[in-house]
């Protein structure tokens, strides 16, 4: 019989999302009467706002004319989308990245996912924890990972996300390759300013490092201190690779747009000491693995830049900073501690009296029916901690609310 690649086996099972979901299937059948409210979801609770749905019809339309019908795009992107994204995520502010060096994806999932495999076998990767699982099971796959007990990997390096540090990750003791930053970072919520990123530019510059920079939520930044680019920094465009996704700054979880940034200057290097532009590696790999994002979808995610576009999306996250600041207070009502939220649609909140993250959960579940994921599911350093999310709607995020200020402990 064909043999596996016996790395998923060391692959530890997302049990999380199963386990909730089966806690809260078994409480519904014992308390049908009782309302649910989920702040678990990571998914967006608010429609495709309208400039985006116009420029959608207006692409449909053009696919089913013969003049305008487009059939294999650049895997790239187009260069409609790369020049709008450089333009207005980059050089309106002041940063050097070309639309050449933007590549247009299906999601920042799949990015993330697929980019540690540009890089050698036995490349030291260090990551955050708690994390955002992706990043650790892709090295899993891909065979970089030793034994697994007391919840770590051997051979990968661990980078505590504490409160004693402000879930800021501290540079390691050994030498490491590659090392994923997640910031405004889910699940903690928190993010890093400019000078805290810039140590970690610094590591990378002197140890030749890169850093995989994954900024999925940068348009919930409203603090001054925090960078909306690690290319802010100077020097990072050497030694950093950026990841941004229209998911949760447009709506587009269903409908599927983010794209990587890859600056010409970032170089890796062969067996033989030959340098290669990691640029030229993941052109390579996208035009050989990924046939690219629909047209329509990419006219979607261009109307995004349009000034109507920015006005309605703005508006949307906004709300969700809303409804994230709606949890914080009744947190705070609740006498609990809480971080995140505010550069974040995620709220970190620290369990009472020491409680396991589950049994948070259970009480939140039988106590004032909420819904949200305990802290442990993200690494063993989110023991001890809550995830609750400010995607729902805000009728139901403050009805959540009301019910978590009255709790007692
Ligand atoms: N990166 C982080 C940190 C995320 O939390 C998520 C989604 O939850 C993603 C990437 C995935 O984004 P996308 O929908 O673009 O694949």
């Known amino acids: 019989m064909t043999q596996m690649n016996t790395n998923y086996l060391k692959l530890q099972g997302s049990y999380l999302f199963s386990t909730i979901g089966k806690k809260v299937a078994a409480y519904k059948e014992h308390h049908p009467e009782k309302k649910l409210i989920s702040l678990g979801i990571g998914d967006v609770s608010q429609p495709l706002v309208p400039a985006v749905i116009e420029a959608l019809h207006k692409a449909v339309d053009e696919m089913g004319q013969q003049s305008t019908f487009r059939g294999y795009g650049p895997e790239q992107g187009y260069a409609f989308l790369r020049e709008a994204v450089a333009k207005h ?3 309106d502010h002041q940063i050097g990245i070309n639309p ?4 247009i994806s299906d999601g920042a999932k799949s990015d993330v996912a697929n980019f540690q495999e540009l890089f050698s076998a036995d490349t030291k990767v260090a990551l955050q924890d708690p994390v955002y699982p992706v990043y650790l099971d892709t090295n899993v796959m891909a ?5 697994f007990s007391n919840g770590r990997f051997g051979g990968i390096v661990y980078l505590p996300c504490l ?3 402000h879930f800021v990750p501290q540079i390691p003791k050994e030498h490491v390759d590659i090392i ?3 910031s405004p970072n889910n699940p903690t919520g928190t993010a890093m300013t400019r000078e805290q990123l810039a140590v970690w530019v610094e590591y990378a510059l002197e140890h030749k490092s890169i850093l995989l920079y994954d900024s999925a939520y940068e348009a919930y930044i409203t603090q001054a201190d925090v960078v909306h680019s690690i290319y802010e920094i100077p020097g990072a465009e050497k030694v950093a690779v950026e990841f941004r996704s229209f998911s949760k700054t447009a709506g587009f979880t269903g409908t599927r747009c983010a794209y990587t940034v890859v600056p010409k200057s970032v170089r890796v290097v062969d067996p033989e000491g030959g340098k290669h532009n990691l640029h030229s590696l993941w052109l390579r790999r996208q035009t050989t693995k990924f046939n690219g994002v629909p047209y329509i979808v990419q006219r979607a995610a261009e109307a995004v830049y349009s000034p109507l576009g920015q006005t309605q999306i703005r508006q949307v996250i906004a709300g969700y900073l809303q409804n994230a600041h709606t949890i914080l207070l009744a947190l705070e009502k609740a006498g609990l501690t809480a971080y995140g939220g505010e550069n974040a649609p995620y709220i970190w909140l620290k369990t009472p009296h020491g409680l396991a993250s589950w049994d948070l959960f259970d009480r939140l579940l039988e106590e004032v029916q909420v819904v949200g994921t305990p802290g442990v599911g993200f690494g063993t350093h989110g023991e001890g901690f809550f995830r609750l999310t400010a995607f729902n709607t ?16």
């Open 163 to 165: 409160e004693e540090n």
């Open 143 to 147: 065979g970089r990972t030793e034994t």
């Open 394 to 409: 805000p009728e139901q995020t403050k009805e959540a609310a009301q019910r978590i200020a009255m709790l007692k402990f």
């Open 100 to 103: 050449d060096e933007i590549f």
């Open 89 to 91: 995520d980059y050089q």
């Open 180 to 182: 994923y930053l997640c």
